[in-house]
């Protein structure tokens, strides 16, 4: 049986080490016109977990980082996986895409959280309404010469 490394060499082609965007994309078996695109995007945005390199105008991927990663991706997701880093001239830029990004998300995560928040606070006081009306008027039944306290008698 062939490893993953020498099944992407027969792809590429006899004596060739590395893979271009579109044999890469055939390597993954990604599919779709946009799926060369994609790659680019994520490449530009430092957020494409395989490491490549340019050669001109083409950007090139090793077979062997592209088989290492496709054999460690049989695992599954896991909260410790390795922060995507991005590097302007050896320094470190940013750690899991932009700060003007993580600051949007903080933001529309603070967003959703105060409309969780509210949806929340409208259904508990709607709800404990309706349990302590129908807890009055349990009440009321039971006892009809008990004087009502400060609420409005509902009409039976």
């Known amino acids: 049986m062939k490893t993953t490394e020498e099944r992407l060499e027969e792809l590429a082609g006899p004596g060739v080490v590395v893979l271009t965007i579109p044999q890469l ?5 990604l599919n779709g016109s946009g799926a060369v695109q994609s790659i680019r995007n994520r490449v530009a945005a430092g957020t494409f977990p395989i ?3 340019k050669n001109g105008k ?9 088989a290492e990663w496709l054999d460690g991706n049989d695992e599954p997701d896991s909260d410790d996986a390795p922060a995507v880093r991005r590097y302007k001239d050896g320094a470190l830029v940013s750690v899991n895409g932009s700060p003007v990004r ?10 959703y959280a105060r ?5 929340l606070d409208d259904w ?4 404990q309404a309706s349990v302590a009306a129908a807890l009055g008027d ?19």
Do not use: C, N, W
Request: proline share 7%; hydrophobic share 45%; no cysteine.
């Open 115 to 119: 409309l969780l928040t509210d949806a």
């Open 124 to 127: 508990l006081r709607d709800h």
């Open 25 to 29: 994309v055939k390597a993954i078996g």
């Open 138 to 156: 349990a009440i009321d039944e039971a006892v009809p010469d008990l004087p009502s306290y400060g609420r409005k008698r509902s009409t039976p």
């Open 51 to 53: 490491p490549s390199r």
């Open 102 to 111: 993580q600051k949007r998300m903080a933001y529309v995560a603070a967003a």
């Open 58 to 66: 083409a950007r090139i991927f090793s077979i062997r980082l592209v």
